[in-house]
């Protein structure tokens, strides 16, 4: 139960770090933002804020079933700890 709580876990940190993209744009990932490129000129401001916009999205969609998965895991790991504790204490 161990082993499947700990996959858990390495699927939620994978999937909230991996980089997401929205219409091309780099978004970053869902836990960390990216660093907007400051290099635009000035007439882009509005399309980079419409882009930033999807990518809060997308970001939205993706942190939650990474948050789901880390929950689940941390839940797994505690429910195994558990079990162990009490095989041990019934072994006395």
Do not use: H, K, N
């Amino acid at each position: 139960m161990a082993v499947v709580a700990l996959i858990l876990i390495g699927s939620g940190v994978l999937t909230g770090f991996l980089p997401v993209t929205s219409g091309g744009q780099d978004c970053g990932s869902a836990f960390v933002e990216a660093v907007p490129d400051d290099a635009l000129p000035s007439i882009a401001s509005y399309a980079r804020l419409f882009l930033s916009d999807g990518c809060t999205d997308v970001r939205s969609l993706v942190r939650i079933p990474a948050i789901v998965l880390l929950a689940a895991g941390g839940a797994a790991l505690c429910a195994a700890g558990t079990l162990r504790w009490r095989i041990s204490l019934a072994r006395g």
